[in-house]
Nanobody, 122 residues
Framework: QVQLVESGGGLVQAGDSLRLSCAAS????????VGWFRQAPGKEREFVAS????????YYSDSVKGRFTISRDNAKNTVYLQMNSLRPEDTAVYSC???????????????WGQGTQVTVSS
């Protein structure tokens, strides 16, 4: 069993940066892939980024590539999402999820956090 807790969200202006954290409990978290997803009001859940437990590659959606960076510290059971050059269209609830494989499909992840709100004003 893995429990995930996101933090780091908030209200920022366009162009600002935020770093989200996904803290996990569970002995085997370091062996899980982690994905970040977001959901804006009235929209479907959208893939943002993912990283395998080895952290030897990463995936990003086209909408965040070059602006967001996913990383992990297995010693701290934490995965980060550094978000730079934020835009109003990045406004959403951001959630992290843990699964066996780092994919872009939310259905492949087994454990989910509650999410943290990110609001970007213009």
């Amino acid at each position: 069993q893995v429990q995930l807790v996101e933090s780091g969200g908030g209200l920022v202006q366009a162009g600002d940066s935020l770093r989200l954290s996904c803290a996990a409990s569970g002995r085997r978290f370091s062996s899980y892939a982690v994905g970040w997803f977001r959901q804006a009001p009235g929209k479907e859940r959208e893939f943002v980024a993912s990283i395998p437990w080895t952290a030897d590659y990463t995936y990003y959606s086209d909408s965040v590539k070059g602006r967001f960076t996913i990383s992990r510290d297995n010693a701290k059971n934490t995965v980060y999402l550094q978000m730079n050059s934020l835009r109003p269209e990045d406004t959403a609830v951001y959630s992290c999820a843990a699964g066996v494989v780092a994919t872009m499909r939310p259905g492949t992840y087994d454990y989910w956090g509650q999410g943290t709100q990110v609001t970007v004003s213009s």
